[in-house]
């Protein structure tokens, strides 16, 4: 079992920056992959960036490279995501997901455990 909390969300003008947690308890970190999913009204969950269970590879979305960086803290159990030169297209609930697999999934269905979410709005 992996518990999942995202926190960090809110709103910002374009431009701006948040950073976003995902604080995780259960399994060990090294036991699994973790993402980040951004879902907007009307619209389907879809993946933002995933760090692999080694910490060692990441991937992101081509809509926020560049812009979002993935992070780890293994000793406070914790993955981040940095935004920055947010865009309002970025408005979405955030969503923290780990993937118990091999390898660095990038699809919603390849994921395990879930967080419930976090709010971020992105004003013009």
């Known amino acids: 079992q992996v518990q999942l909390v995202e926190s960090g969300g809110g709103l910002v003008q374009a431009g701006g920056s948040l950073r976003l947690s995902c604080a995780a308890s259960?399994?060990?970190?090294?036991?699994?992959?973790t993402g980040w999913f951004r879902q907007a009204p009307g619209k389907e969950r879809e993946f933002v960036a995933a760090?692999?269970?080694?910490?060692?590879?990441?991937s992101y979305a081509d809509s926020v490279k560049g812009r979002f960086t993935i992070s780890r803290d293994i000793t406070e159990n914790t993955v981040y995501l940095q935004m920055n030169s947010l865009l309002p297209e970025d408005t979405a609930v955030y969503y923290c997901?780990?993937?118990?697999?091999?390898?660095?999934?990038?699809?919603?269905?390849?994921?395990?455990?879930w967080g419930q979410g976090t709010q971020v709005t992105v004003s013009s």
């Open positions: 997901a780990a993937d118990l697999s091999w390898g660095l999934a990038l699809n919603v269905e390849e994921y395990d455990y």
């Open positions: 259960g399994r060990t970190f090294r036991t699994y992959a």
């Open positions: 760090i692999s269970r080694s910490g060692g590879s990441t």
